[in-house]
């Protein structure tokens, strides 16, 4: 048990329309550990797919509600690197663009306390062991915006080793990306498809019974592939692995 704190959920829109159980999850985890959680139900979207299709007043506005809604936030903790990396990276050109001094210096302020879930972990809790039992055989998979956006290096695998019962089984080529990219599957499908199918061959290749990262948007990449090969293999949030105790087991993988 840690000492307890309050922290907001940015939960992502992501999560919350397709992947609800992933919220669910980081919440089980933290109450678990102390942390005393808000959540803003006038949350929406980090502005990403605005950002990076040219809608640049739309990213504005999501950029702006963001501060606006966490600025007093003691911590706020996103169960997605690919959202964290888009506020690190981006916001501080589109509040350059806006020319708002104010807005610009509110997101100074915030953005030391702003924490994707295996860095808010180790870094802001400082605990490797939560406390999580998932009998299961896994690999992970390292989303490119996790990997080379945030850095977060070893810290999905050292919170991983620490969970009873599971076996990590390293996966081949890493560092490669799974195809995904948002809007890049559908501009270029058949770029996409060929990565994709890379990942695949090397997720399988684990013979893993579980495929797991910190980004909803590759596990649904790459579950699409293994679901449509009935390979068996499944995937998983981290959050939810780490959220598996034997007498609460992960919710809707087990």
């Given at each position: 048990m ?13 999560n919350d329309t ?5 919220g669910?999850a ?5 109450e ?7 959540f ?5 979207c ?14 504005f ?8 809604l ?9 169960p ?25 210096r ?11 879930l ?14 999580a ?15 080379r956006?945030?850095h ?8 991983l ?6 076996e990590?089984?390293p ?21 996409s498809?060929?990565?994709?199918a890379?990942?695949v061959h ?5 013979r893993?019974?579980?495929a797991?990262?910190?980004d909803n ?29 034997e007498?609460?087991?992960?919710e809707?993988i087990?």
């Open positions: 840690v000492q307890t704190m309050r922290t907001s959920l940015f939960i992502t829109c992501y397709l992947f609800p159980e992933t669910r980081v919440v089980r985890l933290l678990r550990l102390g942390v005393a959680l808000d803003h139900p006038e949350q929406t980090c502005g990403q797919m605005h950002a990076n299709t040219g809608f640049r007043g739309e990213a506005c999501q950029a702006k509600r963001f501060v606006r966490y600025k007093d936030a003691e911590s706020v903790v996103i997605s690197s690919s959202c964290v990396a888009m506020i690190r990276e981006q916001y501080p050109g589109l509040f350059e663009e806006l020319g708002n001094e104010q807005l610009r509110d997101f100074h302020d915030l953005l030391p306390r702003i924490h994707e295996s860095e808010f972990l180790i870094d802001r809790l400082g605990v490797e062991d939560v406390g039992y998932f009998p299961h055989r896994v690999t992970y998979h390292a989303s490119c915006h996790g990997l956006g945030l977060v290096g070893d810290r999905p695998f050292r919170l080793a620490k969970v009873r019962g599971l990590l089984v996966l081949d080529n890493l560092e490669r990306c799974c195809g995904f990219g948002g809007t890049f599957s559908i501009k270029n499908a058949e770029v498809s060929a990565m994709l890379g990942k090397d997720v399988l290749s684990t893993a019974e579980y797991t990262a910190l948007s590759c596990l649904m990449h790459i579950g699409g592939a293994l679901h449509r090969q009935f390979t068996g293999v499944r995937t998983v949030h981290l959050a939810q692995i780490l959220a598996s105790t007498d609460s087991p992960a809707e087990a």
